[in-house]
């Protein structure tokens, strides 16, 4: 019973390539995110969807493509990879109606991309 | 500015209390969060504090909040192996749907 669960979680791939990486909640939440933790550990948010609509997409280059086919699904499509494209992705839901919305976000357990 | 800082390493030895620090900018900040990610899977919420509080405890878990000097501070009571992680804090602020990161702060049990 994962509430948040990506697919694929480990994903290795030749520079140039074109890959995506798939997420889905079953928690119900209207938003869900992608945000990407480098090498360093350092996590930085990339996009947000509330009910399939995009609320934010931070400077990440255009290579890469969110989409958000219903509330409870948000891909991750990424156009010729690069080397410095290797991170791990995680995505995560969160529920934004009601009037003690927290903010807390529920996490899946990443996607690790390694460009060769 | 939107910048979040931890130290990155403490260790500890078992039983004893951790304390982890973290500093932020945003002085509008609403929620202030603690994450804790075990190795190879995602961050999983800790607690909370809203901002307009000073202090929150849960079980071994003690969130002390100054305002004033934008600092935040994690204690663990009586720390076990099982809490050998990392620890991210994270503010709200602005937009209701996006939480900023601190740099980590990776936490390391010893017998």
């Known amino acids: 019973d994962t509430a948040v669960s990506q697919t694929p979680k480990y994903l290795v791939t030749q520079m140039g390539n074109d890959k995506s990486i798939k997420c889905e909640q079953n928690?119900?939440?209207?938003?869900m995110y992608w945000y990407k933790q480098d090498s360093k550990k350092f996590l930085k948010i990339m996009f947000s969807?509330?009910?399939?609509?995009?609320?934010i997409n931070e400077t990440v280059p255009n290579r890469f493509s969110p989409k958000s086919p219903d509330k409870a699904h948000l891909n991750l499509h990424i156009n010729s990879l690069e080397l410095g494209d290797s991170a791990v992705y995680f995505c995560?839901?969160?529920?934004?109606?009601?009037?003690?919305?927290?903010?807390?976000?529920?996490f899946g357990e990443g996607s690790r991309l390694t460009v060769l | 500015g939107e910048d979040v800082e931890q130290s990155l390493f403490l260790s500890v030895r078992e039983g004893d209390s951790s304390v982890i620090n973290c500093t932020y900018t945003d002085s509008s900040s609403t929620y202030l969060y603690w994450y804790k990610q075990e190795p190879g899977a995602g961050l999983q919420l800790l607690t909370y504090i809203f901002s307009n509080m000073d202090m929150k405890q849960d079980q071994r878990l003690t969130v002390l909040l100054n305002k004033k000097d934008k600092h935040l501070s994690l204690r663990i009571a009586d720390t076990q192996t099982g809490d050998s992680a990392i620890y991210f804090c994270?503010?709200?602020?602005?937009?209701?749907?996006?939480?900023?990161f601190g740099t980590g702060t990776r936490l390391q049990v010893t017998l």
């Open positions: 995560a839901s969160s529920p934004t109606s009601g009037g003690s919305n927290t903010g807390e976000l529920f």
């Open positions: 969807y509330n009910n399939k609509e995009l609320i």
């Open positions: 928690l119900g939440h209207d938003t």
């Open positions: 994270a503010e709200r602020t602005g937009t209701a749907s996006k939480l900023t």
